[in-house]
């Protein structure tokens, strides 16, 4: 059974920095896609990067210069400095991993949010 295990959120004040970590376990057998999603209060949950098995990257335009996406074997972290109050979320994590249930065509994977306040 695959599991994503999120931390680093917390309470923040403007221009302050956070790392998110988000491990994979489980019967991985190919890691396709990790990345990082957030929803605030009322909104629709958004992609915030990404990072692709070539090691290409994906970001959203209002996160790109301040937030960083970077893995090592299953895990998949983000470097978030500059935080603005609307920055402030729940932050998830997703994964698109192939395992011995999945087949080769990899399965999806969400991890169990984190919160992020951004807030003087």
């Known amino acids: 059974q695959v599991q994503l295990v999120e931390s680093g959120g917390g309470l923040v004040q403007p221009g302050g920095s956070l790392r998110l970590s988000c491990a994979a376990s489980g019967s991985i057998l190919r890691t396709n896609t990790m990345g990082w999603y957030r929803q605030a209060p009322g909104k629709q949950r958004e992609l915030v990067a990404a990072?692709?098995?070539?090691?290409r990257t994906n970001y959203a335009d209002s996160v790109k210069g301040r937030f960083t996406i970077s893995s090592a074997k299953n895990t998949v972290y983000l470097q978030m400095n500059s935080l603005k109050p609307e920055d402030t979320a729940v932050y998830y994590c997703?994964?698109?991993?192939?395992?011995?249930?999945?087949?080769?065509?990899?399965?999806?994977?969400w991890g169990q949010g984190t919160q992020v306040t951004v807030s003087s």
């Open positions: 990072i692709f098995s070539g090691g």
């Open positions: 997703n994964a698109d991993l192939v395992t011995a249930a999945s087949g080769w065509s990899g399965s999806e994977y």
